[in-house]
């Protein structure tokens, strides 16, 4: 290759996308180094491998135009393939996946011109997991009793297991081999009603802001328990405890208040613990239909908070009398742009398209838990510490 | 017996309760004539036989000074046991279900002398259904493509069946015989919730107020359909179609509209779609795991309403994929009180109570149709038209 194209491309940052509902995730690979001078390059074999990092970042869908300016300031301009007015000169083939690989593809080719290769999303969720729990260590865990415990994937004893999405709404994979999937089930109560309802009821701006008014809320102020209805009793003939809820929200109807005289805490605190628990209940209940006793949990519904995650685990876990298992997973939300990402592997579609093959071989088995990642300047969602360290084969 | 003690004893309207939640369910014999002598008294084998009807009433839970009046004036008054001051002469035993059973048992004891017999729910539950099922002609019925469709009941192939009773809360009991059966599951997403987060949400007052409200909704305001993440597209590829629900009230995340800014009308029509289907799914989910064919709706949430008919039934039959049917009951809200009712056959369980048993046992297999309930000058919550025409044996 002529080195002069050689830099072109090996300074792309190889770059996947899914569009959803409410969130855009990107995935990038941002190679060691500045130019790639300065990069760990071997070649060998006609091919190319670069050393770097995988990097991710997030938007907000309404908030479309940011993410085209990241893309074309960080990735773009850094790949020396940009026009003057900030389109790509010649048309980039870009992985794409979620519903917005469609709604959205005019926008990208118009703004930036990136041509989208789409990916299906149950495909990029399934190849995403199976990519993480096969080459990062530490990626999945289970929280159980307060203690979050890392669990060693046995890469022969995988499959089968239920992959459960949580996104605007959820959808529920079982997954049986590479490739070998199926959504048997889903849920419209998801992280887009959390937020929605939350919205609605709370006057609060964002997710994270639900969420930590979540933390100080107490769900026994307007959730109707057992005992409310029993006078103080547990019904445990049928194993409910007093403190159990039989009705979620139940209490605003008799309390003869406003939806002002409630606290947004504890609003926000019923609401979680409806919808997580709801989420726990449908997926135990086809993980038992299928005998699977793994589930892992995607999407940027939890992001690591302690009462979701418990509510969850509890819900799979005490249910199923411990026949099924609640793990989380380090990278939920980019599960489908990292499953795009690795599907980069045949040759470019056209002759046209600049050719951005590359196939991500050999990621070392380590996740930088330090802050090395680059601070791209642009404001945009970049998730510190969850860059991958890895290798890619360019070709 | 002495025929003035006979008139009294024939002459009380036995009695039960099912004090939930939310709701106060009263069923209560109404003997034909207003003094016995005009009623049809069969006299043979020691015991007697009325004719008459059974009743329905309801109240709020949290109005129960309501449900005190109503039975001190209509029940108690007619029966002649009264005190002057109101309360019953001698301590009568009234069969009661329901976790108002236990925590109004002092407040009843107290304003009305009377001493609960309590009967366990889910044990009241399921004998009013089977009561209703065996007795009640024209009781259980489909609604699939808006068509309301009676089910004639085959009593030797009842069992097993799914009642899914939707109360505050919903419980799902599994049944296999007479007094067979086992709570397998519930949720706490219920009418309760429906009702709580209605009044929340749009300043409504009741339920049949929210129920109102919700004919007129669009749900695709305030839902996230699947054409909205794709582009107008479906993803058919997993089966769903443009105008399936992606995420319940997803829209409110990014329409930059408040509460305010919101149709209650299309609020209530989301809500209602969403705790519908979520209850139906979850219903079909556990029918599938027993290999249960129907599934019975119990519980004051359907109201009749076409709407909510229409989802839960396709929630069952499609996900069934035909496997599964819903069955929708006349006498929904009442079966827990049916079965306390149907419970009265022991002897009295004490000396100083009253001897108030009876059987229910040649239930006329006719239900009148029409509104020949006698009508009670207080204001409560009869339920015209639903009497039950039938003739129970005093012992």
Not at 3 to 22: C, E, M, V, Y
Not at 85 to 105: E, M, Q
Not at 165 to 181: A, L, P, Q, T
Not at 229 to 258: C, H, N, P, V
């Amino acid at each position: 290759m002529d080195p002069k194209n050689s830099r072109f491309s090996t300074q792309i940052s190889h770059l996947a996308l899914d569009i959803g509902g409410t969130l855009i995730k990107l995935v990038y690979f941002s190679p060691n180094g500045d130019n790639c001078e300065d990069g760990s390059i071997v070649v060998g074999n006609g091919c190319s491998v670069v050393q770097g990092r995988l990097c991710f970042a997030k938007f907000e869908t309404r908030k479309i135009d940011d993410c085209l300016d990241f893309i074309r300031f960080n990735i773009l301009q850094h790949s020396g393939v940009q026009h003057t007015n900030g389109t790509a000169r010649d048309k980039l083939s870009v992985k794409a996946t979620g519903g917005g690989a469609f709604k959205f593809a005019d926008l990208f080719k118009e703004k930036l011109g990136i041509v989208f290769d789409k990916e299906d999303e149950m495909h990029s969720l399934v190849c995403g997991v199976n990519f993480l729990l096969k080459t990062v260590p530490r990626e999945a865990f289970t929280y159980l009793d307060g203690q979050k415990e890392f669990v060693q994937i046995d890469h022969n004893d995988l499959y089968p297991y239920l992959l459960v999405n949580i996104g605007s709404g959820v959808s529920m994979i079982k997954v049986d081999g590479d490739g070998k999937y199926e959504r048997i089930s889903g849920t419209s109560l998801g992280g887009g009603t959390f937020l929605g309802l939350g919205k609605l009821l709370t006057k609060c701006k964002s997710f994270d802001e639900l969420l930590e008014l979540s933390h100080q809320g107490n769900n026994r102020v307007i959730d109707m328990l057992v005992g409310d209805i029993y006078g103080g009793t547990d019904y445990s003939k049928i194993g409910l405890s007093s403190t159990a809820i039989a009705s979620s929200f139940g209490k605003a109807i008799s309390d003869g208040k406003e939806l002002e005289d409630y606290q947004p805490e504890d609003v926000a605190r019923s609401l979680l613990r409806m919808i997580s628990n709801n989420i726990g209940q449908i997926a135990y209940l086809n993980a038992l239909r299928f005998g699977l006793k793994r589930i892992f949990f995607g999407g940027f519904f939890i992001r690591g908070l302690e009462y979701t995650m418990d509510t969850i685990s509890v819900a799979v876990h005490f249910w199923s009398r411990g026949e099924a298992k609640a793990m989380f997973l380090r990278h939920e939300g980019f599960l489908g742009a990292l499953g795009a990402f690795t599907s980069y592997k045949d040759q470019s579609h056209s002759t046209e398209l600049k050719p951005h093959h590359h196939t991500v071989e050999r990621a070392v088995l380590k996740c930088s838990d330090d802050d090395s990642f680059r601070h791209i300047p642009v404001t945009a969602n970049v998730n510190d510490g969850e860059a991958i360290e890895c290798s890619i084969n360019l070709v």
